[in-house]
């Protein structure tokens, strides 16, 4: 919430423009159509998107209530469509992954579309062998039964729209499938999701973590994919302690 120049109290808002859209008593004309198929368009290029809105606040407007916006006049602004480039030495690392036995998975807050264009771009989707079954988002996850999981979780290659706690259970149901997992994460709300996976090291913000048997386990500064490989190598040639 900020104050306008002319001491307006102005509300903004951001988040998921299919979301932050059907927030929105007034749309300026734009259709839910059109602004579907906008955000198709910047998904098929693996680009993420941002919905913005706005209300001028005035004396008894509620805003916000039990972490909830509840404001209810809220004006559609836009979409903004961020690019953020594959590195290019990921195809290979992915393949050379893949190849030695490995399984990756993609956990994201991404939408579906910009989720699987990704991981096309990086040699893990396939469509003319990957389904449905392969891509899930993080409602249809929480919806699953323990054993539905179980049973699922080894052909999951994608969890799109994933929530804070998704890695987690992810790792968990592999665990519970006698898989060893390494998780990587990019920043503090990961932190949780990488202990869980079979690692030893308590210090795991923005690291690597690569488990050796089970018991033994690396911590890399250097999360390039890339990096993936060298050290895999190495922790399975490697006697745990």
Known sequence: ????????????????PEIIFAMCKNTCGVSKQEIDAQLL??????????????????????TIENGKIVADKLTFL??????????????????????????VKIVTGDTPGTAKEIGR??????DATDTDRNIITGVEFSELSDAQLRDRVGDLKIIARARPMDKKRLVE?????????????????????????????????????????????????????????????????????
Do not use: C, H
């Open 1 to 16: 919430m900020v104050k306008s120049a002319t001491g307006k109290n102005i509300l903004y808002i951001k988040g998921a």
């Open 41 to 62: 368009a910047y998904q098929n290029q693996a680009m993420r998107t941002l919905g913005f809105a706005y209300q001028e606040l005035g004396d008894k407007d509620a």
């Open 78 to 103: 836009g979409i903004v469509a961020i690019s953020d480039p594959v590195r290019l030495d990921v195809p290979d690392a992915v393949n050379e992954v893949i190849a030695a036995g490995i399984k």
């Open 121 to 126: 771009q990086i040699g893990l989707w396939n």
């Open 173 to 241: 149901a592999l665990q519970t499938n006698n898989e060893v997992v390494a998780v990587t994460g990019d920043g503090t709300k990961d932190k949780i999701r990488i202990r869980a996976a079979n690692q030893t090291d308590d210090e795991a913000y923005s690291s690597l973590t690569v488990s050796v048997n089970g018991k033994t386990a690396y911590r890399l500064k250097n999360t390039r994919f890339y990096n993936v490989i060298a050290n895999i190598y190495t922790a399975r040639n490697r006697t745990p302690d």
